[in-house]
């Protein structure tokens, strides 16, 4: 198992006399992330915590704080293919805020006010499966239109990054 990667993060800059941080993730469950594609997700603060340590080969799980109270949650399953995760898991997006489809990400995607789901077909180790991105504790930016547009350029960057670090491909 990974270790809490607290050394995944990088100060970009310090604020006034606060002491707060802007931080940079470039690095979620243990593969790339776009840092500009993060930073909204993430107050400044003291103290970045990205903790993977829940990940296994083919469920890479990682759960990023910021002074101890979680600000995203990111999940990976390579599925069965005759499975509908974004069906199975409409109550759950619901529960998010508002879910609603996003074209041209994957074979569908939902994005919520707290979150996001996406599913692509893909191959792995020679078999025929789907893979699921699937993202929830997400309450900042406080502009939930803003939020939602940041989740939704999010899932589309990381999706096939996901999928290509876990061997999944399309």
């Known amino acids: 198992m990974r270790a809490v990667a607290l050394l995944a993060a990088a100060v970009l800059s310090a604020t006034g006399c606060s002491g707060q941080e802007t931080f940079e993730v470039a690095d979620l469950c243990g593969t790339k992330a776009d840092p ?10 003291d103290e970045l915590k990205v903790d993977d340590s829940l990940s296994k ?3 890479p799980r990682c759960k990023v704080s910021v002074d101890g109270t979680l600000h995203l949650y990111l999940r990976g399953d ?4 005759n499975f509908d995760p974004l069906e199975a898991t409409e109550q759950s997006m619901r529960r998010l805020g508002n879910p ?15 979150g996001a789901m996406a599913v692509r077909a893909c191959t792995h180790q020679g078999e025929k499966r ?8 997400v309450d900042h930016p406080q502009d939930t239109p803003e ?3 940041a989740l939704e350029r999010f899932v589309r960057a990381q999706l096939p990054v996901a999928m290509e670090a876990e061997g999944c491909r399309p």
């Open 36 to 45: 500009a594609l993060v930073a909204p997700f993430l107050p400044e603060g």
């Open 57 to 59: 080969p083919g469920q």
């Open 100 to 114: 609603a489809p996003a074209d041209g990400i994957g074979d569908g995607a939902t994005i919520a006010d707290h």
């Open 78 to 81: 390579i599925v069965e293919p």
């Open 130 to 137: 789907q893979y699921v991105l699937d993202i929830d504790a």
């Open 147 to 149: 939020r939602r547009r």
